[in-house]
């Protein structure tokens, strides 16, 4: 069983930066594909950034693609996802997620991910 911890979520302004945070509870790194996902009010839980070094895969979504970078610090069991020139549309819950059997074709989508952390809220206000 893995357990994932979020923080690093707060109030922001447009064109500000901020890194989220996500602690395992195990050294997950090298076999799991790990992944960012955010839901805004009223909407679906949308992909945002996954990593898999297993693969060799990194890949991100078109709305941050530029702008936001997933990364890893197997050391402490932490992953990271610096976010910077944030603007409203980045508001939502961001999400980390992994998965030790998830196929390629299917690391966007976030039903297919075993574990979850709990959230943390990020509001980019104008």
């Known amino acids: 069983q893995v357990q994932l911890v979020e923080s690093g979520g707060g109030l922001v302004q447009v064109g500000d930066s901020l890194t989220l945070s996500c602690t395992a509870s195990g050294r997950i790194f090298t076999n799991y594909a790990v992944a960012w996902f955010r839901q805004a009010p009223g909407k679906e839980r949308e992909f945002v950034a996954v990593m898999s070094r297993r693969r060799g895969v990194t890949r991100y979504g078109d709305a941050v693609k530029g702008r936001f970078t997933i990364s890893t610090d197997n050391a402490k069991n932490t992953m990271y996802l610096q976010m910077n020139d944030l603007n409203v549309d980045d508001t939502g819950v961001y999400y980390c997620?992994?998965?030790?059997?998830?196929?390629?074709?299917?690391?966007?989508?976030?039903?297919?991910?075993?574990?979850w952390g709990q959230g943390t809220q990020v509001i980019v206000s104008s």
């Open positions: 997620a992994a998965d030790s059997t998830i196929i390629l074709s299917s690391m966007f989508d976030w039903q297919a991910y075993d574990y």
